[in-house]
């Protein structure tokens, strides 16, 4: 690993100077996006989960000693010098209205000084690697935020955004999934839970709370603006009966390229390319009318790996990977998309699936790192914000998911959204 100590020397000075204070989530914002998202083409394979497992969600608890991980690769392979910063935002992925200094101790921004550089791959990169809170910046609220990569010092350069959580364990959420009913039980799953508020007072959890519930991690069909049914001393009674159920899905489908040696799971071969690496996938089916079956996977997440070479990090090849869905017509009133955590759980340009007349099949071809992949199809209507995979893969209240509970409280005289409770649980139980 290599190390700018150089920069740690000078950077103390170069924070004090005008930037000092940034209030409001840091002056230079107006460009950015509080999501996921990557700002260059170069930009690729970004990944945060926490510190002791890979397929965590980026939640933290304040005060634990917890620490997330965020990687990404430039493809240009090259050095630049890269710098980060954190924006706390509201509930609803607003920047909140106060002060940089307010919720975080140390630096207002430093620099990213770990690095290191592809070695004996045919695409070169560099792979960029921050672990956090540190010795450096501390946060101090808990909350959403938004951590900031960007070039050079200049924070109108962003590289990329991608969201995080802190939560305070001050309240204790009861999860229970359960069927869904009416016309929507063979497909749907209800989520309904209880708030137990005995250690921790809400004085009107009607207007100062707001609840969000997550799929698999998805916000786009994220369900929020629950109100309690029932109010029972300390218990809050979440047993709604319209507006808390998700589609149960499909199991994901899944392919392996841990090695480029030998043909693995759901790869058809390797394209010849003097220029790189490409590999055909095996055909896909439409699934809406299949059976349902348990299928063990990863819940839509995916793997860095290599078997070809010690270092999964630096060691892995970028490849050229080729989709085939084959359909007799075009689906109307929208886009088909590849979809999952590779996505960022969005519909996303460079994964939209093409059309082929001659082909009679939608392809798609993307540039992706070695690893083990889970994903869908979802298509996206016209003026739609709300990903549905149903379309292509069908709907099962079978289908095991991971769900996410969070929950957060604004008193009078409170300046942000304070997450107070969160839980994670995998339904159907």
């Known amino acids: 690993m290599r190390k700018g100590k150089l920069f740690k020397i000078i950077l103390p000075l170069l924070l004090w100077l005008p930037f000092v204070g940034l209030a409001k989530g840091g002056d230079g914002d107006k460009d950015v996006v509080y999501t996921d998202h990557v700002y260059r083409d170069n930009i690729k394979t970004v990944q945060l989960h926490q510190t002791s497992w890979m397929f965590s969600p980026p939640v933290i608890q304040l005060g634990a000693h917890q620490k997330l991980q965020l990687d990404f ?43 290191d550089y592809a070695f004996n791959t045919s695409q ?98 994220a369900i929020n603006n629950l109100q309690p049914q029932f109010v029972q001393d300390t218990a809050l009674q979440y047993f709604q009966d319209d507006g808390n159920s998700f589609d149960g899905g499909n199991y994901f489908r899944s392919f392996d390229m841990t090695s480029l040696r030998y043909n693995t799971e759901h790869i058809e071969g390797m394209i010849p390319n003097p220029t790189g690496e490409e590999l055909q996938l095996k055909k896909d089916l439409p699934r809406t009318t299949e059976p349902y079956f348990t299928y063990q996977d990863i819940q839509g997440q995916y793997k860095i790996m290599t078997k070809d070479a010690d270092s999964s990090t630096i060691n892995s090849e970028y490849v050229w990977v080729h989709f085939f869905l084959p359909m007799d017509s075009t689906l109307k009133g929208g886009k088909l998309y590849i979809f999952g955590q590779l996505t960022d759980w969005q519909c996303k340009p460079e994964f939209e699936m093409r059309y082929d007349d001659v082909l009679a099949a939608y392809t798609a071809k993307v540039y992706l790192k070695q690893g083990y992949y889970d994903y869908e199809y979802a298509f996206l209507k016209n003026g739609s914000t709300v990903a549905d995979a149903t379309v292509i893969e069908g709907s099962h209240m079978e289908q095991a998911n991971n769900y996410y509970i969070l929950v957060y409280n604004r008193e009078t005289g409170l300046y942000y959204d304070r997450l107070i409770g969160y839980v994670a649980f995998h339904g159907p139980q």
């Open 73 to 115: 690769d430039d493809l240009d392979g090259d050095y630049k010098s890269y710098y980060y910063t954190f924006i706390h935002c509201d509930a609803n992925w607003q920047a909140s209205d106060i002060n940089s200094m307010d919720y975080m101790r140390g630096f207002d921004q430093d620099f990213l000084n770990t690095y």
């Open 124 to 221: 070169k990169y560099t792979h960029y690697t921050l672990i956090f809170p540190n010795k450096d910046i501390q946060l101090l609220l808990s909350g959403n935020y938004i951590v900031k990569i960007y070039l050079d010092n200049h924070p109108d350069s962003v590289v990329l955004t991608k969201r995080f959580m802190i939560y305070e364990d001050l309240v204790t959420i009861h999860p229970r999934e359960k069927e869904a009913i009416g016309e929507d039980m063979y497909t749907k799953q209800e989520i309904n839970f209880s708030i137990n508020t005995s250690r921790y007072h809400i004085l009107d959890p009607f207007h100062a709370m707001q609840v969000f519930i997550s799929q698999d991690w998805r916000w786009d069909n």
